[in-house]
């Protein structure tokens, strides 16, 4: 079988709002306020929580103190996974480009950097956890993207071939990740990030969901 696999933060949602608003409750707790803002600081946020803890800190003249960044990245998490779905919303089309897919006959995976518990809180919050046939975290293997295994485990769980998927996502990340699984990827190119992801030089890029099905159909049959 053949499997479209999805990256989550930026590409199936847009989750930069409420990321912001957990680092800023780290900031809050330091007793300096909020630092971060989450319309410039979008494409930090899809970079992962030590991103955000060291952009801010950066900002305090702190940059450079791995401590704190160790000691409030499990504080990030727990405001994150209370407040997870506050601002978070999927993208336009997503999910029915998703159900379109599954339709046409191919398999439907997650393969996220977003810790796996949180991963699939958010998509059970926003009611689409079940239209997926797997979903991969950063934690559910002991490597992460860019390394290929996490999108081969992905495919596999959802019951697929790993030598027939494509990877669809919106960062160099996902790039060197279905590069190195030797696949085809898709990149968005409606998520805040900061990079114009045509230069990546992927094998197709998205301006609309609506485009996806007709784009897989042509990369992989």
Not at 52 to 73: A, F, H, N, P, V
Not at 109 to 129: D, F
Not at 161 to 172: E, Q, S
Not at 186 to 211: K, M, Q, S, Y
Request: glycine share 10%.
């Amino acid at each position: 079988m053949t499997t479209v696999v999805f990256d989550l933060d930026g590409t199936l949602a847009d989750t930069s709002g409420d990321l912001i608003a957990a680092a800023n409750a780290c900031f809050r707790q330091m007793g300096v306020g909020d630092v971060l803002d989450p319309q410039n600081d979008a494409a930090t946020a899809l970079r992962g929580g030590r991103a955000m803890l060291k952009l801010g800190l950066s900002r305090l003249d702190r940059g450079e103190d791995d401590t704190e960044i160790d000691r409030y990245y499990p504080v990030l998490l727990e405001a994150y996974g209370q407040a997870i779905d506050h601002h978070t919303v999927l993208y336009p089309g997503a999910m029915d480009a998703v159900e379109t897919l599954i339709q046409t006959g191919y398999k439907v995976s997650i393969c996220t950097n977003k810790p796996e518990g949180l991963a699939r809180q958010l998509m059970e919050s926003l009611g689409v956890l079940g239209a997926f046939g797997s979903l991969v975290g950063a934690d559910t293997l002991p490597v992460r993207k860019p390394d290929a295994e996490p999108l081969r485990h992905a495919v596999r769980q959802a019951g697929g071939d790993p030598a027939r998927c494509l990877l669809v996502g919106d960062t160099a990340t996902d790039r060197e990740t279905a590069r190195a699984a030797g696949v085809p990827s898709v990149l968005v190119t409606f998520g805040p990030g900061d990079e114009d992801v045509r230069t990546l030089n992927p094998e197709a890029t998205i301006d609309h969901f609506d485009d996806l099905p007709g784009v897989v159909a042509r990369l992989i049959g």
